[in-house]
């Protein structure tokens, strides 16, 4: 069998996904189905940058498919704090487990780690890149949620530059019908040209403001995400920007009822907490879609089919 990797969300065709997104409802509607799916598989999480949501719900998915999972969670705990390569670490777990999902500070890492991996590799996020299974379950929320996943006007504030989650959601929300993005960010932190070239080949409809309170009355989808301290050059560009946004029960009154908010988590600042308690807001639901999504994804690169 071919090995697939997950790397970058345009691997799957919107057929796929729309597939994974089926299996994920599935899922939910008969888990007894799926409990043993994956017994004797193994999982294994590489994480060279800290994570909550996506290591854990990865590490959940498989357990909840039956699989067992092993790995470690910061670079310092691994042989990269000696020296190893990329490469040279992959191909040893390659060795151990069938499917490995790693996150690393540097840009293509996944690509490197797939050409030696010999197992499916998941791109947990590189950098200020790409997140693919964060989008997986953001088209999952979205889904949900609406019913649909075309004729949208999906709103994406914060810091655009350097978050993945919001460049992996556009390349993957560009393949639907009639998608608007209102992209909304200070100007040092504009979604990178790479992404405005995508979307502009694409033919879909996007703006730029820095103006949240301009943008809220047209939105379904609000997106927030958190300034990526991490990836600044320097602190007095972060402190300038840091509180950029910040989204109040206040502001939420300026958008529809139908309206929802999204964010890939951690938050910060960028939405207070009051908020948690409005209908509208639904990251924590996104986190258990996370969970959902991620047993489908597993199912698929392993090829594994439910009887
Ligand atoms: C995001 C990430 O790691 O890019 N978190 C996540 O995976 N849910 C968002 C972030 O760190 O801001």
């Keep these: 069998m071919e090995i697939r990797n997950l790397i970058n969300i345009t691997d799957l065709s919107v057929e796929e996904i729309n597939s994974l997104i089926n299996t994920a409802d599935d899922i939910v509607a008969h888990p007894e189905a799926y409990e043993d799916i994956c017994r004797h598989k193994k999982l294994a999480t590489l994480f060279f940058e800290p994570s909550t949501r996506t290591r854990l719900s990865f590490e959940a998915a498989m357990l909840e498919l039956g699989g067992s999972v092993l790995g470690f969670s910061s670079a310092n705990s691994s042989s990269a704090a000696k020296g190893e ?15 490995i999902a790693m996150r690393h500070p540097k840009e293509g890492a996944p690509i490197v780690a797939a050409r030696r991996a010999g197992v499916p590799i998941i791109n947990a996020g590189d950098g200020g890149h790409f997140h693919p299974t964060q989008t997986l379950t953001d088209l999952l929320t979205i889904k949900r949620k609406f019913g649909r996943l075309n004729g ?39 979604v990178p040209d790479y992404i405005k070239e995508s979307m502009d080949k694409a033919g879909v409809d996007w703006t730029e403001t820095s103006s949240l309170d301009d943008a809220m009355p047209q939105l379904d989808v609000l997106y927030m995400t958190r300034i990526q301290k991490e990836r600044f050059f320097n602190e007095e560009d972060y402190v300038r920007l840091k509180d950029s946004y910040i989204l109040t029960p206040e502001k939420m009154r300026l958008a529809g009822e139908n309206m929802i908010v999204m964010h890939p ?8 907490v009051e908020v948690d308690d409005d209908p ?11 969970k959902h999504i991620r047993m489908a994804l597993i199912l698929f690169l392993l090829g594994i089919k439910r009887q």
Excluded: W
Excluded at 85 to 99: E, P, Q
Excluded at 173 to 186: A, G, H, T, W
Excluded at 265 to 272: A, G, Q, T
């Design 280 to 290: 509208r807001a639904c990251y924590f639901f996104q986190a258990l879609c996370g």
């Design 152 to 190: 949208l006007t999906i709103g994406l504030c914060g810091d655009l530059k350097f978050g993945r989650t919001v460049h992996s959601l556009i390349e993957a929300m560009l393949r639907y019908e009639n998608i608007r993005f209102v992209l909304i960010s200070p100007e040092e932190l504009q």
């Design 265 to 272: 988590l951690p938050r910060v600042n960028e939405i207070s």
């Design 85 to 99: 390569s990329v490469s040279d670490t992959v191909r040893t777990v390659g060795c151990y487990a069938d499917i």
